[in-house]
């Protein structure tokens, strides 16, 4: 069995990726028409990246549950380039979910961001890096110090539910 780590990203950490990250696109030659980042994880790294692109539209998908179709309908998609931008891509489920929801939405051409991605996922067209096995990528929104201590909150639930490690 592989050993657990945390790799917790302070955020000086996190802008130089989201940089390089925006900068792998614009040497791509893609240009979005606009940029989509996943809530929760991918508003933050979605929104910096906006930063870097500002003549692009930007918006957030919010999950939903499997039964929902995975995301809220987003209306004004049809005939656009679109770049889905996410924080972390471990199996590529959802991801994958809602890749086929935005070109339902009519997107005409889709690739897909992220900061970080596990060594068997390999549907993402831009990524900073892969995580090693066993390695836990612990983002800054969630950590919270207290009284000199880390709290690392964990996903509970896929669509929101976040508690604390114990």
Same mark, same amino acid.
């Given at each position: 069995?592989?050993?657990?780590?945390?790799?917790?990203?302070?955020?000086?950490?996190?802008h130089c990726d989201v940089y390089a990250l925006a900068?792998?696109?614009?040497?791509?030659?893609?240009?979005?028409?606009?940029?989509?980042?996943?809530?929760y994880g991918g508003i933050i790294p979605s929104t910096?990246?906006?930063?870097?692109?500002?003549?692009?539209?930007?918006?957030?998908?919010?999950?939903?549950?499997?039964?929902?179709?995975?995301?809220?309908?987003?209306?004004?998609?049809?005939?656009?380039?679109?770049?889905?931008?996410?924080?972390?891509?471990?199996? *590529?489920?959802?991801? *994958?979910?809602?890749?086929?929801?935005?070109?339902?939405? *009519?997107?005409?051409?889709?690739?897909?961001?992220?900061?970080?991605?596990?060594?068997?996922?390999?549907?993402?067209?831009?990524?900073?890096?892969?995580?090693?096995?066993?390695?836990?990528?612990?983002?800054?929104?969630?950590?919270?110090?207290?009284?000199?201590?880390?709290?690392?909150?964990?996903?509970?639930?896929?669509?929101?539910?976040?508690?604390?490690?114990?």
């Amino acid at each position: 069995m592989d050993r657990i780590f945390l790799n917790v990203i302070d955020w000086e950490q996190l802008h130089c990726d989201v940089y390089a990250l925006a900068e792998q696109v614009m040497r791509s030659d893609y240009v979005p028409d606009i940029i989509i980042g996943i809530g929760y994880g991918g508003i933050i790294p979605s929104t910096l990246f906006y930063f870097a692109h500002p003549e692009v539209e930007f918006r957030i998908a919010y999950p939903k549950s499997r039964a929902n179709g995975y995301i809220e309908p987003l209306p004004g998609l049809e005939g656009k380039r679109v770049l889905l931008v996410d924080d972390l891509a471990i199996t *590529g489920d959802s991801l *994958g979910e809602i890749k086929k929801r935005i070109i339902e939405f *009519g997107a005409v051409e889709l690739k897909s961001a992220c900061l970080y991605c596990s060594q068997d996922h390999h549907d993402l067209d831009y990524f900073v890096r892969r995580i090693e096995p066993g390695e836990r990528i612990v983002f800054p929104w969630y950590a919270l110090k207290d009284s000199g201590h880390l709290k690392v909150f964990e996903y509970r639930d896929r669509f929101g539910k976040h508690e604390p490690i114990e």
